[in-house]
């Protein structure tokens, strides 16, 4: 049974214009992230929400914007995409944090024309 | 900057062979972190190793820890095709959750 589930698995979107990418979790875990994997590159962490307290890298780009309305969904919305956003979107999510696994969905390839 | 870096940045292996896979750090850590990703897949948790641990199990996973070294090794005893994936490491140094993945080891296992 899918745990964290990420929609759509494939996005492609025009240069400028505003994404939401989503992803939910049927865990009832505290905390939720979201990363930016680029092709070939490690994950990188943009921000997290424990609960509902947000907490933003400090190098995340302010074009990348969140949104966690419940315990149970999380928003990644790109204001205005630029070409170097095209990427892997995870989301992960974890009981708490410190000392803890973390579960990732299938994650959203994000293509920008 | 990275924490962690991996060593080697690709491998490949016939069936039935074991795979090393070798991870360095910077700072201290409160635990180190072993996931694999499939291509154009998420993550999936393999071990989760403390930073007061040495040495850890699970089925055909073994990691260790050297912290007065500052690495981590994983090694996949008895290899599969199915075992082909990218392998990262990441580190836990602030408790709050924030991993920082290393670059990853890519694993061929020929059949």
């Known amino acids: 049974d899918a745990m964290v589930i990420q929609n759509p698995r494939y996005q492609v979107t025009q240069f400028g214009k505003p994404v939401t990418l989503s992803c939910s979790q049927t865990?009832?875990?505290?905390?939720m992230y979201w990363y930016q994997q680029k092709s070939s590159q490690a994950p990188k962490l943009l921000f997290h929400?424990?609960?509902?307290?947000?907490?933003n890298e400090a190098d995340t780009p302010d074009n990348f914007q969140s949104r966690r309305p419940n315990t149970s969904f999380c928003f990644l919305d790109i204001r205005s995409p630029g070409l170097g956003d095209a990427a892997m979107y995870l989301c992960?999510?974890?009981?708490?944090?410190?000392?803890?696994?973390?579960?990732f969905g299938p994650g959203t390839r994000l293509l920008v024309l | 900057s990275q924490q962690g870096e991996e060593d080697p940045q690709a491998l490949s292996i016939q069936e039935g062979e074991n795979a090393t896979m070798n991870c360095s750090y910077k700072?201290?850590?409160?635990?180190l972190q072993w996931y694999r990703q499939n291509s154009g897949r998420g993550l999936v948790h393999l071990i989760l190793?403390?930073?007061?641990?040495r040495e850890k199990h699970s089925g055909r996973l073994r990691v260790t820890l050297d912290t007065s070294k500052k690495s981590s090794s994983l090694l996949i005893t008895a290899s599969r095709a199915a075992d082909t994936a990218s392998y990262f490491c990441?580190?836990?140094?602030?408790?709050?959750?924030?991993?920082?993945f290393g670059q990853g080891t890519t694993l061929q296992v020929k059949p």
């Open positions: 992960a999510t974890s009981m708490d944090r410190g000392q803890e696994t973390q579960y």
């Open positions: 865990l009832n875990h505290n905390v």
């Open positions: 929400y424990y609960d509902k307290d947000f907490n």
């Open positions: 700072t201290s850590i409160n635990n």
């Open positions: 190793i403390r930073s007061n641990e």
């Open positions: 990441a580190t836990d140094s602030s408790n709050t959750g924030k991993l920082i």
